[in-house]
């Protein structure tokens, strides 16, 4: 026999789903998909390079050429009120091969121009061409990023070990992302060692929707997982910020106590129990007693 403990993390109101999207860029295509997020109520991140404010230029690599305009500074604020901006580099260099010094540059010039526009911290990063090393980690720590999403898929709902490369579940013309989004939606159980609760998060650039021709796909996908009280549409910040606030708990010493030192309610419960409890800042609380097995 064994014990299973109610100690897991759930998202916000018990939910046990969480979707997230990025975007790279901060084009005009943004626009459009600005406005498809809004029509169904769902949250997004958008990672800009703050150097490029209002360059005009085209896109191929290797299929339609169509054009790559970023948005003026002066339309930034508005075009993305609801949603998240992060860092994505002030001039999108690839930052592996350089020297710190450099990174830090490319970084922190990056995070303030943005933080100047909207007018509190920003500490989201999304590695431009998805690279990094471990030179470039250490001048996102030393530059106060929170997180940092790279390009590579996982497939999965995991939450990331490291917020510093934080892997996506897949791009959104990912072949299998409707079989992702029905096992998401699906009420299942979802076995993981660190929570119940899955997280679904897709990349991408919205220009692609342009040069592929499918604005209609991106649209179906979010019409298809929006609109649901069982899912916590969330930016990546958002994510990040609750994950560490779970992640802060502090439990006593015969796992029946539970205390909260964040600003951020946390909810608590099981794999195999619908029950959850709310655990409120600087609250402690009574855990869930475990399940014998």
């Not at 500074?73 to 860092?87: D, F, L, M, P």
């Not at 470039?136 to 070990?161: H, M, N, Q, W």
Request: glycine letters at 6%.
């Amino acid at each position: 026999m064994s014990l299973l403990v109610n100690d897991r993390m759930l998202w916000p109101k018990g939910r046990r789903k969480a979707f997230t999207l990025s975007y790279d860029d901060g084009v005009t295509q943004d626009i459009k998909l600005v406005e498809i997020l809004n029509k169904y109520g769902v949250k997004a991140t958008f990672n800009i390079n703050a150097g490029l404010f209002g360059q005009k230029n085209t896109v191929s690599a290797g299929k339609k050429e169509v054009s790559h305009i970023k948005l003026s500074r002066e339309e930034i604020t508005a075009i993305y009120k609801g949603h998240e901006i992060a860092v994505h580099g002030q001039y999108h260099k690839c930052l592996v091969g350089m020297d710190i010094a450099r990174c830090v540059d490319e970084i922190l010039e990056c995070r303030k121009e943005l933080e100047r526009l909207e007018g509190k911290p920003v500490t989201g990063f999304a590695y431009a061409f998805g690279a990094y090393d471990e030179v470039v980690i250490k001048a996102l720590e030393a530059c106060g990023i929170s997180y940092a999403r790279t390009i590579e898929p996982t497939r999965k709902f995991d939450l990331p070990k490291n917020f510093l490369t934080w892997h996506p579940t897949c791009h959104h013309d990912d072949e299998r992302i409707y079989d992702l989004a029905d096992e998401f939606l699906s009420d299942g159980i979802y076995f993981s060692f660190t929570t119940p609760a899955k997280l679904f998060y897709v990349w991408g650039h919205s220009y692609e929707f342009d040069q592929n021709e499918n604005w209609d796909h991106i649209d179906r996908l979010i019409n298809k997982i929006a609109g649901r009280d069982d899912v916590w549409y969330a930016t990546n910040i958002e994510i990040r910020d609750y994950v560490e606030a779970y992640r802060r708990l502090v439990y006593s010493a015969d796992g029946e106590l539970v205390y909260n030192p964040s600003t951020i309610p946390v909810y608590l419960g099981g794999i195999f129990t619908k029950e959850f409890i709310e655990v409120l800042p600087g609250e402690t609380k009574k855990l869930l007693k475990p399940i014998n097995m």
